[in-house]
């Protein structure tokens, strides 16, 4: 089936070591999301890319950052994780087009990425 | 910008009771507006979702919510709950612009047998 996929699904890494997560689709959509959401909180937009065109949010740290190196992949790099980065990273797609596009202007989700910071 | 508001963090009901959860949100533009649920330990999927047309729309597993203009709301409901609708609500909003969606806080509900 067509699908969103993150890897890994737990990653546990050290105070400050680089991480790299992963997202791939199969749905040829344009648009990718990373959302950050932590535990009891609502998921907050990190960044998207419509295409190959990157669009940063005001309040992501600059510890973030992301690569679209194809239609079907996107990943996000942290680049020194603190404690605080500790979260579940959930990448989303969605189809470029109006409202009479089917699927338009909603996000399909991954299952998430759950980083843990020791 | 635009922002939703839950008013509803945590829910607990007894099987057969109905659900109403509450939405607002702060955008004064045409927006499109969703729900997702999040079953415990699953990723986000969408519950149902409102473009035009009709205010009341039907989702997935026997849910509906209504929107209303005037008050800024789309406030979701249930007229009987079963133990697998445990899970947490997400209300979320985008301007018809899109770029980006926007989600609410979230409510957590917990349905006992």
């Known amino acids: 089936d067509a699908m969103v996929i993150q890897n890994p699904r737990y990653q546990v890494t050290q105070f400050g070591k680089p991480v790299t997560l992963s997202c791939s689709q199969t749905?040829?959509?344009?648009?990718m999301y990373w959302y950050q959401q932590k535990s009891s909180q609502a998921p907050k937009l990190l960044f998207h890319?419509?295409?190959?065109?990157?669009?940063n949010e005001a309040d992501t740290p600059d510890n973030f950052q992301s690569r679209r190196p194809n239609t079907s992949f996107c990943f996000l790099d942290i680049r020194s994780p603190g404690l605080g980065d500790a979260a579940m990273y959930l990448c989303?797609?969605?189809?470029?087009?109006?409202?009479?596009?089917?699927?338009?202007?909603?996000?399909?989700f991954g299952a998430g990425s759950r980083l843990t910071v020791l | 910008a635009q922002s939703v508001s839950q008013h509803n963090h945590h829910v607990i009901l007894s099987e057969a009771a109905s659900l109403e959860l509450g939405c607002n949100y702060s955008?004064?533009?045409?927006?499109?507006l969703f729900w997702y649920v999040q079953y415990p330990g699953q990723h986000l999927q969408l519950l149902l979702k409102y473009f035009s047309g009709d205010p009341l729309v039907k989702g997935i597993k026997g849910f509906e919510a209504e929107f209303i203009k005037s008050k800024f709301s789309f406030n979701l409901r249930k007229p009987s709950v079963q133990w697998s609708d445990t899970a947490e609500y997400f209300c979320a909003v985008v301007n018809t612009g899109f770029q980006k969606l926007v989600f609410g806080t979230g409510t957590r509900l917990l349905v006992s047998p």
């Open positions: 989303a797609t969605r189809p470029v087009g109006g409202q009479g596009v089917t699927g338009a202007n909603v996000l399909t």
């Open positions: 890319y419509y295409d190959k065109d990157f669009n």
């Open positions: 749905l040829n959509h344009n648009v």
């Open positions: 955008y004064g533009g045409t927006v499109n």
